[in-house]
């Protein structure tokens, strides 16, 4: 059972990361907002999940490595996937669509809108991730969201908090960021700039 991962980043893509641990890479799906809270280069921690999915029909089978930055960020998420209807995609895509303290907040108030809100969520099943989870969530302490930013990673957080402030949808808004910053490379535009050349890109 691989409880985390500590290696150096050889690879980022708007889902996934790839760590270099003792000689090997491990490909990492991860949620769209770690992707802007960590550096391009340099050692990273995070705690997996594994999944490994059956083919009924085949028999063949598929093994995936989920990553977060936090404890209680996984631990979210398996929650979220324990929930019927709710497959490793949709809870990645919740995970990445807003922070873990927004998400177990909207769960405890029974806000249906936040869950809505995500691809793949709808009226029902918005309605029985609350249900199921309330109860579970009622006595845990709202995730820490202690994140530590790099320095060169604070420009694309106040960007990206600025931007969701705005009500722009989060995964699209680090998707078209990270467009304007690789072809920025090097010569990294001030806040408003980015934010300026963000919207231009959605």
């Not at 929650?79 to 809870?91: C, Y």
């Not at 320095?151 to 694309?156: S, V």
């Not at 699209?172 to 920025?184: D, H, I, P, S």
């Amino acid at each position: 059972m691989i409880d985390s991962l500590n290696g150096d980043v050889l690879d980022t893509g708007v889902d996934h990361v790839v760590l270099e641990c003792g000689g090997v890479g491990y490909w990492v799906s991860v949620p769209a907002s770690v992707i802007t809270s960590i550096q391009t280069t340099g050692r990273v921690r995070l705690f997996v999940h594994y999944a490994v999915s059956v083919d009924v029909r085949s028999g063949s089978s598929e093994h995936r490595l989920f990553g977060f930055l936090q404890r209680d960020d996984r631990q979210l998420f398996r929650r979220l996937i324990d929930v019927q209807g709710v497959s490793a995609t949709i809870g990645m895509a919740i995970m990445g669509a807003r922070s873990s303290q927004d998400i177990h907040s909207a769960i405890l108030l029974g806000d249906e809108t936040l869950l809505k809100g995500v691809k793949g969520i709808g009226p029902k099943l918005a309605q029985r991730i609350i249900a199921e989870l309330q109860g579970k969530l009622a006595g845990v302490p709202m995730p820490s969201g202690s994140v530590q930013l790099s320095p060169g990673n604070t420009l694309k957080a106040e960007a990206l908090s600025a931007l969701t402030s705005l009500g722009l949808d989060r995964v699209k808004a680090e998707r078209a960021m990270n467009t304007v910053l690789q072809e920025r490379t090097g010569d990294a535009p001030a806040v408003e700039e980015l934010i300026r050349l963000t919207l231009k890109n959605l």
